[in-house]
């Protein structure tokens, strides 16, 4: 079976209390649809899926999601910047797993809009490593 991966980025609090950024690589494995063969991940296990739209205009200074969630951009363009001075840009199909729900948070601009994405809070005990390499 071929194995691939996709890529997600973390924003997570560090031991200095400080938001950083973190690439992760999530496993995908063969599977068979049809005639095709395509990739997927281990299932995500979510409580409930959120549609969201931000205005162009709308920009945050540091703040923290409400829980910890993965957020997936559908339209639209939106630069975060994270404790430590990296600044990231996410536009359509890139994935974000949002877990700096305590401590200084990242802060948004909005850079194409509106932004439109899902967002897909897991469980508190979602374990990030263990879904990513299952």
């Keep these: 079976m071929t194995q691939t991966a996709t890529r997600i980025v973390r924003v997570y609090m560090g031991a200095d209390q400080r938001s950083r950024f973190e690439d992760l690589r999530v496993p995908m494995g063969e599977f068979r649809l049809g005639t095709l063969f395509s990739y997927k991940s281990a299932m995500l296990p979510v409580k409930g899926v959120v549609f969201r739209e931000n205005p162009l205009e709308g920009s945050a200074d540091f703040h923290n999601p409400p ?29 974000l797993f949002a877990e ?12 194409l809009g509106p932004r439109r994405s899902l967002i897909l809070p897991v469980p508190e005990d979602f374990d990030l490593a263990a879904w990513g390499s299952a």
């Design 67 to 95: 829980q910890r969630q993965f957020v997936v951009t559908l339209s639209g363009a939106v630069e975060l910047r994270v404790g430590d001075g990296s600044v990231r840009v996410f536009g359509p199909g890139d994935v």
């Design 100 to 111: 700096d729900t305590h401590g200084e948070g990242h802060a948004a601009r909005e850079l």
